[in-house]
């Protein structure tokens, strides 16, 4: 074993940067231990402590100090050295931009740089977000706002500038696009095609495309709206502008709608604009009934997942007939299978989900199959959670709510507080099921399988010592061209005995369907 | 070009001084006054205000675009100057708010047991890895945070000021960052025993003793955290810190002292949950009979 020390003067990083580091060059192959850290007198006697250190240094409190340790030298100093690179690496690419080039302080000054950028990607804080919006688009640029907390009164005057000017405004708090062929935010790597999608729910978009890329189908146009367009206040514009522009769009021939349910009054509207689309729109209002929606070119469904099969059918100009999910004998079986092994008081699923449109459609599937799903955003207010942070009976909890993204990156991202979760759900002797959601794509967490199993492992680990067993089932959504590799992460949380579906809906399905075999 | 600056707080910058840039981030540039070599922050508009900093409106640059370490800067009658590019930074308009903690007293029947239990459910569902894997650093650093809190809390019930020395002497500076995890649990735990009077002992000669322990051994830990204890002790803390105070002795909802608490952990990486430790130890001495039959003090499960 070999240890390294280096002391870096009056270099100062926060501490998300410093823990990073030390994960980094603590994951090289044949490194053992590394840490990055202020040099001060009490940290070094925890790194002589935990056996980082092997003899004591002066301590200097504003220095700081990159310990690495190893297998041998060579490994050590190599490793220290790209401690090192890193360090630096983000120091120089901060200075020499602002020494050597202008630095780009402005909208129009980025224009005078690219005159060909015809889209802006707004990511202010909210108070700011509209004002930049507004620079934006007087410079004839489409708009995408990743910020959120901004007004409802901005938000329509907004919208009703981009209506009135013919620009495209999506958001607030848009999370993902994908605008000839870029993903925007978090998006998955899906084949161009002839689907374009309109969605006012951000995993829904990602479920929909990924799996229409799955099925053989590609996308034209993503069109996020935000997630208050469709509300009364707002009135649908993005939505209503979408349809238009994928209307007129030569590359479309079927257009996908998703949303929450909207208000009546939006939902009459919105439908009046896809009718006049002259192209099949697929419709799929989350948790809606299906029948609702009449019009000779539309099409509503029940999935996100139906939705995505509906939209490539038409696409190839066959028929679509949706699937009762009551023919799947698949997962019939299956959830027969899964069921052995349960002992008696074990009668509840608990979805955790990073995605906030998944946890919403698994808890209408759910709860139209097995009951109340209580949950931090319920579908019936009676349902709600009194305590958030302790699930009860049936219990569905959307992770990317703000409630627990306080200080802490979105789910998608750390999968910390998932894990944790996951321990308590499978301490408890009445749950038999957990239900999950794994994001892929650009944006989210670059290897989720390998930070999610070892909480997988312990929890199973802790119901077989209590003399039980626990049913895992999660749906991956992503494409096979994802930077994370699809194959890779399916094949790791099966091998972790996790039981994996298609969608999220057919993992709400199957989870239900266990539920109900154990009531037999 | 002027940036204006939208606010400042207590305590409030000398009217005329020079200053080299200390250290740069995105939203946050450190200024080594020259005379008293004291840091002073300047900040990106933000919801959580800190004691001495300035706030600044701009937000289409981020602050590495107009700040570099080492840069010359000039303040005088409200202007500062920035050498090298000549930028300007207006404060003549900027909103004073104040960062100094009011003398508060939260007495058993503000700090209820519900209050008290929620905190403590509230921190333990915010756990700090402080890294990803289960390291013996990591471990090693979580027993002393934790035994360095009990001895504070243990020396303010038995009055010890020689057991309160050494354990300032164990937390100062230790962990990661820029506010090592041992700092902002100090700088909590002197913000909540600013309001405990009635349940110390003399307690105005026991704080007298143990802030000037604390700016004893302020050199042990880096200058920008030396800067945020050194306003603890003179008594200037965080809007976030004074919210919450504030919250509990004026007998507000726990919704409202909850909300005030999230606010709280949503600081930095770790500092907001350290910061909340700290506060929680030195309330909790309220409960001090209660603690001392629990040998197990559920604070320090939140860091396992």
């Known amino acids: 074993m070999k240890t390294l020390q280096r002391l870096i003067p009056n270099l100062y990083r926060d501490s998300v940067s410093l823990m990073q580091l030390s994960e980094e060059i603590q994951s090289i192959e044949g490194i053992t231990q590394a840490s990055a850290i202020m040099a001060s007198e009490n940290n070094i006697s925890l790194l002589l402590e935990s056996g980082l250190l092997e003899s004591s240094i002066e301590p200097h409190p504003n220095d700081l100090l990159i310990v690495v340790s190893g297998e041998n030298s ?98 607030p708090d848009c999370g993902t696009a994908i605008i000839n062929g870029l993903p925007l935010g978090f998006a998955n790597v899906v084949k161009q095609g002839n689907i374009g999608v309109v969605a006012a729910a951000g995993t829904g978009l990602q479920q929909v495309t990924s799996l229409i890329d799955r099925k053989g189908g590609g996308i034209s146009q993503a069109i996020g709206t935000g997630g208050h367009d469709l509300s009364a206040k707002v009135g649908g514009i993005t939505m209503r502008q979408g349809i238009r522009a994928l209307a007129a769009d030569s590359k479309t021939d079927v257009i996908v709608l998703i949303s929450k349910p909207p208000s009546p009054s939006v939902m009459e509207i919105v439908l009046e604009e896809a009718e006049k689309a002259g192209k099949p729109v697929v419709i799929n209002f989350i948790g809606a009934d299906p029948e609702v929606i009449s019009g000779n070119n539309l099409l509503g469904v029940p999935t996100l997942e139906a939705a995505a099969a509906a939209a490539v059918n038409l696409a190839l100009g066959e028929k679509y007939e949706t699937p009762r999910h009551d023919d799947s004998s698949d997962l019939k079986g299956l959830a027969e299978n899964l069921v052995a092994g349960f002992i008696p008081g074990q009668a509840f699923i608990r979805g955790l989900f990073s995605g906030g449109t998944f946890c919403f459609e698994a808890m209408h599937l759910l709860g139209k199959n097995i009951g109340p799903v209580y949950s931090n955003i319920p579908i019936n207010p009676d349902w709600m959670l009194k ?123 199957l989870a239900a369907d266990v539920i109900n075999n154990i009531k037999g | 070009m002027t940036i204006y600056a939208y606010c400042h707080t207590t305590p409030q910058l000398p009217s005329a001084f020079d200053a080299k840039v200390h250290s740069v981030f995105n939203h946050a540039v450190n200024l080594s006054l020259q005379k008293t070599n004291h840091i ?79 905190l403590s459910a509230l921190m333990q569902k915010h756990i700090t890895h402080r890294f990803k894997n ?28 020689a057991l309160a020395l050494n354990a300032i002497r164990q937390l100062v500076a230790l962990g990661m960052g820029l506010t090592p995890s041992g700092d902002d649990i100090l700088v909590g735990f002197l913000a909540g025993l600013r309001t405990n009077q009635e349940l110390i002992a003399d307690h105005e000669t026991f704080l007298q003793k143990f802030t000037s322990d604390v700016l004893l051994l302020l050199n042990h830990t880096n200058v920008i955290s030396q800067q945020y204890l050194l306003h603890a002790v003179n008594g200037y803390f965080s809007t976030a810190i004074i919210a919450l105070l504030t919250a509990i002795s004026s007998g507000k909802s726990i919704t409202s002292i909850e909300e005030c608490a999230k606010k709280l952990l949503t600081i930095g990486h770790t500092s907001g949950v350290d910061i909340l430790a700290g506060l929680f130890g030195a309330l909790s001495i309220l409960y001090k009979s209660h603690i001392i039959s629990n040998k197990q003090f559920s604070i320090f499960n939140h860091w396992r």
């Not at chain 1, 005057?157 to 981009?162: E, R």
């Not at chain 2, 004691?51 to 500062?80: A, W």
């Not at chain 2, 289960?134 to 000021?161: H, M, P, R, W």
Request: aromatic share 6%; proline share 3%.
């Open chain 2, 40 to 118: 002073t922050t300047i900040l990106k508009a933000t919801d959580i205000l800190y004691p001495g900093c300035l706030c600044l409106k701009e937000t289409t640059r981020t602050f590495r675009d107009i700040f570099h370490p080492g840069q010359l800067v000039s303040y005088n009658s409200g202007k500062m100057i920035l050498g090298e590019t000549g930028e300007r930074i207006d404060t003549s308009n900027a909103k004073l708010i104040d960062c100094k903690l009011a003398h508060l007293t939260i007495s058993p029947s503000q700090y209820s047991l519900t209050i008290y239990e929620m």
């Open chain 1, 387 to 509: 305590d958030v942070w302790n699930s009860y009976r049936h219990t569905a909890i959307d992770l990317g709510d703000d409630l627990f993204t306080q200080g802490r990156p979105h789910p998608m991202i750390d999968f910390r507080l998932r894990n944790e979760r996951i321990l308590q759900e499978a301490a408890d002797p009445e749950v038999a099921v957990i239900l999950l959601d794994i994001v892929l794509g650009y944006g989210s967490n670059m290897d989720p399988a390998s930070e999610i199993i070892p909480a997988i492992n312990k929890a199973h680990t802790l119901a077989k010592n209590s003399g039980r067993h626990l049913v895992f089932i999660a749906s991956v959504c992503g494409t096979e061209s994802d930077p994370q590799n699809l194959h890779q992460q399916e094949y790791s949380l099966r091998e972790a005995g996790v039981t994996l579906t298609e969608s999220n809906a057919q993992a709400a399905f």
């Open chain 1, 74 to 171: 060579k490994l050590v100093e190599k490793a220290m050295e790209t401690a090192e690179e890193l360090l630096m690496e983000r120091k120089d690419v901060v200075d020499s931009e602002a020494i050597q080039t202008t630095p780009l302080r402005s909208i129009q000054m980025s224009l005078e740089k690219d005159w060909e950028a015809n889209l802006a990607l707004i990511s202010s804080p909210g108070t700011y977000a509209a004002a930049e919006a507004l620079k934006a688009m007087s410079l004839g640029l489409h708009v995408l706002m990743f910020s959120d907390n901004v007004s409802y009164e901005d938000e329509v005057m907004l919208k009703k500038y981009s209506e009135k000017h013919d620009l495209l405004f999506m958001g």
């Open chain 2, 134 to 161: 289960d390291s013996k650093l990591q471990i090693q650093l979580q027993i002393k945070l934790e035994y360095g809190l009990a001895c504070l809390i243990t020396a303010v019930i038995e009055q010890d000021n």
